[in-house]
C-alpha cells in the first residue's frame, strides 16, 4: 500500500517542471472548490464527469444530478504615476449542472454544462490605462455529452464532447489625434465583441487499485475561439467630422482556451477522513498574441510625401508570450457523522503571463488560495453543498512592452458557492 501512495506522489511530482491561472475559473463544484477544487481522483457524483469522465462509471447510484453556483468578489489594483486605481468588478456568476444515468453496471452517461473559463475587469473609462483596457468581459459556457465504462473492477474509461460557446466583449480608449486647428489630443471609444461555438473533448482514466485508493488521469484539449468577421463587430465612438475614418464593421480575432493535463491520487484514511491531491498542468504557451483584424482599414494621405498612406484605422497585434503553468491542490474531507461532511483545501497556483508583455486586462500573479465547505444531507438522497474560496496573488511590478504601460499590481477574490446533490 505504501509503495503505491509513493508512486502515485512521485508521478505528480516529476511534473513540476511544467507550470493555472490566466483566465482559468476553477469553480465547476461546490464540493470540490471545498477542497481546494481536486476532483481528478474522486468518484462523489455526476460532477466527476468534468474533472475525469472515467470516474462516472464507478458511481454506486443509478441517478446522479448535482447543480449550484458561486459568487465572485474580485479586486486588482495598479498603482503607477497617478497613484493607487482599482476596478469595480461586477458580480459574476459562474455556474454547473450535471446529471448522470447508469445504463447498466459498466456503463454510464451524462451530460455536464459548466463555466471553467472566463474573465471580468472593469478599471473604468477615464483610469491610466484606458487605451490597453477599460473594461472585458469573458465568457465561456462547456456542455458535455459523456460516456464511461468501467473494465474491470479496478480501471474505468470515460470520454466527452466539448461544445463550447466562447463570447468576448471589450472597451477601450482610441486616441484619434487632435482636430484640425488644435493641438490638443481627442480620444474616442471602440466596443469590441463577438460570440461563437467551438468543439474539443474531455477525456480520463480511473484507478481503483485498492478500496483506499483512486488515482485519476484526464486531459481536456485545446478549444480555440476564433472569431471571423461575421461573429464579431467593432463599433467606433468618435468626433463626428472623422466618423469616417473609424467605420463600425466586423472584426476577426482568437482566443485560445488551453489544453490541461490533470494527475491526482485519493485516499481514505478511515472511516472518518479522506485526503486528495491533483497536479494540474495547463499549456498556457498557446496565448502567443491578441490580435484584432477589422474588416474595414483606413488611411489618409501623406501631408508631404506624394502617394503615401499614413494608416489610421489598422490592424492590431499585441504580444503575449504566455508560459505552461502548474498548480498544485490539497484537499480533506472529514466526516462529523451520518449527516455532516466537512472540506477543506489549498492550493498554489502558478501565473502564465509573461513579465515583458504584462496588461492589465489579464493582471496575474502566482496566487495561493485556502477553502472550505460542507455538505449537509437533508435526506438519504438530498445533500446541501457549500464552499468558500479565498485566493490572494503576490504583489507584482510590471511593464507591458508592446505599449511601454508600466506599475504595481495586486489581486484578491472571495468566491462563495452553493449547490445541491441529489442521488438515487
Known sequence: MIKRICLAIAVIAMAYNVKAEGYAVNLQGAKQTGMGHVGTALNFDASSMQWNPGALATLSNKYSFSLGGFGTFTKAEYTGLNGTESTDNPTNTPFYLYGSMKVSEKLAVGLGVYTPFG??????????????????????????????????????????????????????????????????????????????????????????????????????????????????????????????????????????????????????????????????????????????????????PHPSIPNVMIPVLADSESTRDWDNTMTWRFGARYTANEKLDLYAGLYFDETPTNDMYYTPETPGANKVGVSLGFSYKLNNKLSLDASLLYNEGEKVDRVDSNSGFAGEYKYRAWLPGVGITYNF
Request: net charge negative.
Open 119 to 300: 474573465n471580468t475587469m472593469d478599471w473604468g473609462n477615464d483610469w491610466s490605462g484606458n487605451q490597453l483596457i477599460q473594461d472585458i468581459t469573458l465568457k465561456a459556457i462547456y456542455i458535455q455529452p459523456t460516456v464511461s465504462y468501467k473494465i474491470n473492477d479496478w480501471l474505468s474509461v470515460g470520454a466527452g464532447l466539448n461544445i463550447v460557446y466562447g463570447e468576448e466583449d471589450l472597451n477601450r480608449a482610441v486616441n484619434v489625434g487632435p482636430l484640425v486647428g488644435s493641438t490638443d489630443p481627442v480620444f474616442g471609444s471602440v466596443n469590441i465583441s463577438g460570440n461563437n461555438i467551438q468543439y474539443g473533448y474531455n477525456l480520463g482514466v480511473f484507478l481503483q487499485p485498492t478500496e483506499k485508493l483512486n488515482i485519476g488521469i484526464s486531459y481536456r484539449s485545446q478549444v480555440d475561439v476564433d472569431l471571423e468577421y461575421s461573429d464579431a463587430d467593432a463599433d467606433f465612438t468618435v468626433p463626428e467630422g472623422i466618423s469616417a475614418l473609424f467605420p463600425d464593421g466586423g472584426v476577426a480575432a482568437s482566443l485560445p482556451l488551453p489544453a490541461s493535463l490533470n494527475i491526482g491520487f485519493a485516499y481514505q484514511i478511515n472511516d472518518k477522513w479522506l485526503v486528495s491531491a491533483d497536479a494540474n498542468f495547463i499549456k498556457w504557451n498557446a496565448y502567443k498574441s491578441l490580435n484584432f483584424d477589422f474588416e474595414k482599414n483606413t488611411s489618409i
